[in-house]
């Protein structure tokens, strides 16, 4: 059985305070009115230049119509900055807690003999999905009130002049949206609480019909989450560009949380067996695990390629707009991103040899969730906060207060259930598992 450490929680504290803080931070640093917004253009263009502050300032032979409206997009984009920086982390951590389940419900389904041993991992890593999801419907639920304008097509102003939107609003409306998150949020806890609670059962008497029963809830999950995991990414993310859609955004959202979600249950799965824990989990478990990071790696690098190229050739205003904004706003980090998802993983991991080696796939682990966290980034930050964007202390703290959040979550998930699931059909398999 493990004990989380005193250390390991009192660090996950820490972070959570750092983290309040820098969020705080942001919040009061952000402009509470156009005035306060004007101002703060007027400095920057005072402290940085015109050329600098040209995303900041307007052209002196603007009229002041067109001063008034640049002062207000202004304004929203610096108010939307804490809200932004909250958000990419907020999402980032819950997609991995349901990636986790996700792919502990695939190992179910497909009755793998390998993965027994690491099922503790995996329903630890859930844990944080109940304190995730709500922390995301209160965001939500929040932006309704329009505390920020981070989703455009909650202003009835601008739904009124907006013809595409106008279009839209069957789908995209607030009762419907907050309809969307209770049930589809409210069906995955409810799935890993039955998961989880029978394989807990499971370790207390030799039933095959709780084994049974997880078989049939993992089908029924995992034919839920091919729907609802489109839809969340449709209305969390995508929705952010109401002017814009692909039919590869649910895909490429998917491949991005189930790649961090399996990086994260190797990297909790070296920790535990570098404290003494997990002792039957060998190099051909690690081995595995990293085969999955490499794999999933070049599946979200085809489908950002496939998104982008098809766009970018077709060069359709409507569509090409979404990159033509981050490319032009954020260059480094958008191919940056790429050669980080992409590159390290295949250089690194393309050696079977390495995929043995702990600290190489440690080390390749840190890159994939580096790498990922500034995808979620790309995907949010263009369309709430445009060129206004930084990677300062509201940023930081928001990462930091996540991070902890969801270090002390999924330790303390794993603290309560036993690690090796006694009773499982395949934990002989498991526990003999070599090649």
Sequence with gaps: ???????????????????ILGIGYGFLQAPGNEAEAKE???????????????TASHDEAHSEAEEAEHV????????????????????????????????????NVSQAGWSPLLFRVMQG??????????????????????????????????????????????????????????????????????????SVKQDEELNLSLYKKNLKLSIGFLL???????????????????????????WFVFASMFVSAITTIALVSIYLKSRGYL???????????????????IFWTYLWFSQFMLIWYANMPEEAVYFVSR??????????????????????????????????VVLTGILILVGHYFNFFLLIMPGTVGESWHLGIPEIGSLLFFAGLFIFFIFRGISKLPLVPKHSPFLKESQHYHY
Excluded at 40 to 54: I, P, R, V, W, Y
Excluded at 241 to 248: A, F, G, R, V
Excluded at 279 to 297: E, R, W, Y
């Design 72 to 107: 207000e997009h202004a304004f929203h984009q610096m108010a939307n900055r804490p809200w932004s920086a909250f958000m990419v982390p907020m999402l980032f951590f819950f997609f991995i807690s349901v990636g986790a389940l996700v792919f502990y419900t695939i190992q």
């Design 224 to 250: 839920l989450f091919i729907f609802s995991e489109a839809v969340l990414s449709w209305d969390y993310m995508m929705s952010i560009d109401p002017h814009w859609y692909s039919t590869l955004f649910p």
């Design 1 to 19: 059985m493990y004990k989380m450490s005193n250390k390991l929680r009192l660090f996950s504290f820490i972070l959570m305070v750092v983290g």
């Design 279 to 297: 002792q039957q989990v060998n190099d051909s478990h690690i081995h595995d695990l990293a085969k999955f990071m490499f794999g999933i790696s």
């Design 40 to 54: 703060m253009l007027a400095s920057h263009s005072d402290h940085h230049g015109e050329e600098h502050a040209g």
């Design 327 to 360: 490319i032009e706003n954020y260059k480094l980090m958008f191919f940056g991103t790429t050669a980080i998802n992409f590159v390290g993983p295949l250089l690194i991991l393309m050696n079977s040899d390495f995929k043995r080696v702990n600290w190489i």
């Design 125 to 198: 890593i859930s844990n944080y999905m109940l304190p995730g999801a709500i922390i995301v419907f209160f965001f939500m639920l929040l932006s309704t009130f329009h505390l920020n304008h981070i989703y455009v097509w909650m202003d009835a102003d601008t739904v009124a002049t907006d013809e595409v939107i106008q279009e839209k609003t069957p789908y995209l409306n607030i009762v419907f949206f907050l309809i969307r998150s209770v049930v589809i949020l409210g069906a995955w806890l409810f799935f890993r609480h039955k998961l989880v609670s029978n």
